[in-house]
């Protein structure tokens, strides 16, 4: 099988940064885009901002210039530095990730548990 398992979301005040990271473990072959996409409550999931294999990057306009997602492609980690962080960024984000395992011809898409990040004061 094949785990997704975040960290880094908590409590902060507007203006600061918060660093959410993912590990991706268990059967891996290859790991092609790996991304971070938020659901907020009432709201649909949406991305957030997503990076290629090759590191190749698409950001949502919301986030561009404050997010930077990173990746690296040895450890299977993605990681997503928040900064100027808003109170409408409040949510629950979630880490995804297109996974072949060994033996497979095709990609999986699995996702993390999801963790909650609050900009209040």
């Known amino acids: 099988q094949v785990q997704l398992v975040e960290s880094g979301g908590g409590l902060v005040q507007p203006g600061g940064s918060l660093r959410l990271s993912c590990a991706a473990s268990?059967?891996?072959?290859?790991?092609?885009?790996m991304g971070w996409y938020r659901q907020a409550p009432g709201k649909q999931r949406e991305l957030v901002a997503a990076?290629?294999?090759?590191?190749?990057?698409n950001v949502a306009d919301s986030v561009k210039g404050r997010f930077t997602i990173s990746r690296d492609n040895v450890k299977n980690t993605v990681a997503l530095q928040m900064n100027s962080l808003k109170p409408e960024d409040t949510s629950v984000y979630y880490c995804?990730?297109?996974?072949?395992?060994?033996?497979?011809?095709?990609?999986?898409?699995?996702w993390g548990q999801g963790t909650q990040v609050t900009v209040s004061s």
């Open positions: 990076i290629s294999s090759g590191g190749s990057t």
């Open positions: 268990g059967r891996i072959f290859t790991i092609n885009e």
């Open positions: 995804h990730a297109w996974i072949q395992s060994p033996g497979s011809n095709y990609y999986n898409a699995y």
